[in-house]
């Protein structure tokens, strides 16, 4: 006999047989449910005292029986594929509801969570016989009901009911067409931010810097922001960061706005990463994973996209032994890129061999990096390294001392790859600047292990340039990041020039306040009359031997990227 699911413990033999024969009972595509079906559920009401459901498929066949309690009723899982194409699972749920009362929160979160296409409760009388009907179906967001369904009823039990397989074509093609519309603007769909911060640090104030930083995140990897919720908690979740109800909310949220991913402001762990993709289907994603994600987009050599393949393999190796298939979409990251499924598939042993030779790999490319940096030593040529905050300019200054014409945009990681070009100085002097991979906050430990080899590039130079953008609000706190990092890759003890950019944004004050700070100097990278000053002070602050006015012409290696 088929199983009925659910809370099935001490019922009778009388019950039991009242469940199973829903079974049998078969819907057309044009009702929501027939009197026959209707008529069994309320008798196996009867008989158990209990709510009793069946989820009917679109072909009419009763797929699940599903009994809960007086008051509720716990879905099983209905798998996290939809079972048809379009926007719903090509399953609706009928139900009892023993007291006359009108879909619960739990239906219509069953409903949007669950992507159903509809929830119709049977209001009951005391006797236990059908007295009214209600149902709901999901909406589009345009569609300016102010909530992601629609809610019809209660009316008398023998009132028309709409065409559901109409009704159900109608509300998917609105769907597509909502979705047609967003195309163009989001190459990799649509997400929603979501921020926990801890009262006791920052508050507010942080949870704004942080949701700014995770949107330019966000934006660089393709995604259009829909929404970005905030939390403010004694501390995190162990298990879904939020809390369920909160969660609940965003699911819901997520629905209305037709949003496909989830992005945390936080490293999710296995655990919490398991149940958050317990609540829902969406994809859900970490801080890290979306800038592992960036990395493997804009990774353009050799080099770099063996980093960050190194990077995203050691981030998934921990998460490989979860059962539950939330990894296919944290490791999917925005649009797939990366190992992905893929990584599940081979398993623990075959993703360590494969880190194993990409440790390798790079271990060798590390060595041809060294040695084209001792050659250039040995041409007595000095080397100055731009290092900074991701987006603090580096490029654009890069750009505007050499006229290397190198990628800068207004995008956070815009520049992965090291860059060396010739820097003429006066009385002929020349020297090396190059450019290196931006940091920030919280860095993912992965990815700071893949590309220190990089970021060593700049162990041999013999001034720093640490750029600012001296207009964000937190450029401070980004001083702090640069420092910390340093001091972790060994640099504090070179010299160091901290460049203060974008201080044509500034009022006088600010810049009379940021010019007379120790070893700084204030710059405008787009203008290059503002460089001057620059200029002078890397000529100072270099080794006299690099002045001698006799030095070779740099080699071709100078204009070609490391």
Known sequence: ?????????????????SLERIYRRRVPPDRIATPELVRSLAEASRETGRQVGALVHRSGSVDTVIVGS?????????GRLRAAHGRFRALRLVHTH???????????????RLRLDLVAAVLLSPEGEPRSMTWAYNVPASAGTGTPYEVVGPLSYGSPQ??????IAALEREFAESARGREVRAKDGRAIL????????GGSQRAASRLSELRSLAETAGVEVADQITQLRERVDPKFVLGKGKLEQVVMRAIELDVETLIFDLDLTPAQASGIAEQTDLKVIDRTQLILDIFAQRAETRDGKLQVELAQLKYTLPRLGQKDDALSRLTGGIGGRGPGETTLEIGRRRARERVTRLERELARLARQRAERRR??????????????????????????????????????????DTRARRLELGAGRVAVLTDTVGFIREMPKELFAAFRATFEEAADADLLLEVVDASDPEHEDHEATTERLLQELDLERIPRLTVYNKVDRLDEA?????????????????????????LERIEAELPAW?????????????????
């Open 98 to 112: 023993l007291f006359n009362e009108g879909l619960t929160q739990d239906d219509l979160v069953d409903l949007t």
């Open 194 to 201: 979501v921020h926990v911060g801890d009262k006791r640090r």
């Open 375 to 416: 050659r250039r030593s040995s041409g007595e040529l000095p080397v100055v390294a731009i290092v900074g905050y991701t987006n603090a300019g580096k490029s654009t200054l890069l750009n505007t001392l050499t006229g290397a014409g190198v990628l800068a945009e207004n995008r956070l990681f815009a520049t992965l």
């Open 546 to 562: 690099a002045t001698a006015p006799d030095l070779p012409p740099p080699s071709p290696e100078l204009s070609a990227k490391l």
């Open 510 to 534: 600010q810049r009379a306040s940021l010019a007379e700070r120790e070893r700084s100097v204030c710059v405008s990278a787009l203008q290059r009359d503002s460089t001057h000053a620059l």
């Open 70 to 78: 007086p008051t509720g009723l716990m879905l099983p899982d209905v």
């Open 162 to 167: 709409p065409h559901f397989g109409e009704l």
């Open 1 to 17: 006999m088929p199983d009925v699911f659910g809370n099935t413990t001490g019922l009778g033999t009388g019950a039991q047989k």
